[in-house]
């Protein structure tokens, strides 16, 4: 509850983000920091000096971690004042009749990325003001629900063309219906799927290696021995033994490098339940 009602406070400009120089340079002021430096002082003297000395860096080092340490507790305790405060001020205001002050905050709501339709969504679902009188309210509400109306028209769809954006930007592209898969493709998908094992005692009669292959032909891909053991026996004539020493295979199934011949014997087994 309380994250969901803080949720503007990132986007709030009056909201304390750092510290001001007076108050950075208040911690100097603190007992800890002033005993330190007294401590440095007598050290300084100690040492004729020799402000280089390990003892004197060390110190040095200390002194700028422990000021470090009261100046974020110091931000802390003001960020979680004004955010017990503000809340009452702005309720305050809003009951003293003090227009909101739109401009300011209306910046952080909108960017460059923003369409029309997203744009009419803040400005009357957020942004507006209550109405002073019934018909305003009710024109703000009619307002709001056109506002929403307008939105759902836009359609939700994948990033295309890795032109990612931020926060789920609708787009306005209607989604390709899918073509009818040939008799082929069906072939394809249930050899893929007959050569990913999901009981460890599986064994498929596909191999998983030529069917990886985009290169050989159809019939090579999809072949299925007539055994499991007729399986083993082709895999490792014709792809682990091919495999030199100190060469990587790969599996173009999954798209995965292996290390070395070990790892595809073991890819093999666990992933396609093909022994070798
Ligand atoms: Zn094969
Ligand atoms: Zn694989």
Redesign the pocket.
């Known amino acids: 509850m309380r994250s969901a009602c803080n949720m503007s406070r990132w986007i709030d400009p009056n909201r304390p983000w750092g510290l001001t120089a007076e108050q950075a340079e208040s911690v100097n002021n603190d007992p800890i920091i002033c005993s330190l430096l007294q401590y440095r002082e007598r050290l300084k003297r100690r040492l004729k000096g020799r402000t280089n000395h390990p003892k004197y860096q060390e110190l040095n080092k200390r002194i700028a971690s422990e000021k470090e340490r009261l100046r974020a507790a110091l931000l802390t305790e003001i960020q979680e004042k004004y955010e017990r405060e503000e809340p009452v001020r702005t309720i305050e205001r809003q009951l003293a009749g003090v227009k909101l002050d739109r401009t300011s905050k209306a910046v952080s709501y909108f960017s460059k990325d923003t369409l029309p339709e997203q744009r009419r969504l803040i400005e009357t679902m957020i942004l507006a003001p209550p109405g002073a009188t019934l018909e305003e309210e009710q024109q703000r509400r009619d307002n709001a629900v056109n506002a929403v109306t307008a939105y759902c028209k836009i359609e939700e769809g994948d990033m295309c063309e890795g032109r990612k954006r931020s926060g789920g930007r609708p787009k306005r592209v209607v989604t390709k219906t899918k073509e009818p898969s040939s008799p082929e493709d069906e072939a394809l998908k249930a050899a893929m799927l007959s050569v990913y094992i999901k009981d460890p005692k599986e064994r498929p009669t596909a191999?998983f290696?030529?069917l990886g292959n985009e290169h050989a032909p159809f019939y090579v891909r999809v072949y299925s021995f007539s055994s499991p053991s007729d399986l083993s026996k082709?895999?490792k004539k014709?792809?682990l033994k091919k495999v030199e020493e100190g060469e990587a295979p790969q599996c173009k199934l999954c798209n995965m490098c292996l290390n070395h011949k070990m790892h595809l014997q073991n890819h093999a087994l666990r992933i396609h339940g093909t022994v070798s």
């Open positions: 191999c290696m030529c082709h895999f014709k792809h």
